[in-house]
């Protein structure tokens, strides 16, 4: 059972900058897709950043590409997301996800349906 906690959610002007951090623990293979998905009052939930654990290819949605980072420290089984240059439309509630996968291609789809484990959430509130 693969569980992730999140942290690192704030409040920040806009154009300031945040990082949140995801421990994952309980691994029982080499090949995820974890990642951070946001939902925004009266949002459906949506992708932001993937990584492929098996080979770190990264995806991004379009609205967070040269914005957000994704990474991820192995020793620490920590994921992050670094964000900067925030908008207002960034806030959200945001949280980490995973699922086992043997292909990348399905990391690169970011559906939130496909994936099994996730973090209870952490709050990103943007403001003017």
């Known amino acids: 059972q693969v569980q992730v906690v999140e942290s690192g959610g704030g409040s920040v002007q806009a154009g300031g900058s945040l990082r949140l951090s995801c421990v994952a623990s309980?691994?029982?293979?080499?090949?995820?897709?974890i990642g951070w998905f946001r939902q925004a009052p009266a949002k459906e939930r949506e992708g932001v950043a993937v990584?492929?654990?098996?080979?770190?290819?990264?995806y991004y949605a379009d609205s967070v590409k040269g914005r957000f980072a994704i990474s991820r420290d192995n020793a620490k089984n920590t994921l992050y997301l670094q964000m900067n240059a925030l908008k207002p439309e960034d806030t959200a509630m945001y949280y980490c996800?995973?699922?086992?996968?043997?292909?990348?291609?399905?990391?690169?789809?970011?559906?939130?349906?496909?994936?099994?484990?996730w973090g209870q959430g952490t709050q990103v509130t943007v403001s003017s």
């Open positions: 996800a995973a699922f086992p996968t043997w292909y990348n291609d399905n990391c690169a789809r970011m559906r939130p349906d496909d994936y099994v484990y």
């Open positions: 990584i492929y654990t098996s080979d770190g290819t990264t």
């Open positions: 309980g691994y029982t293979s080499s090949r995820y897709c």
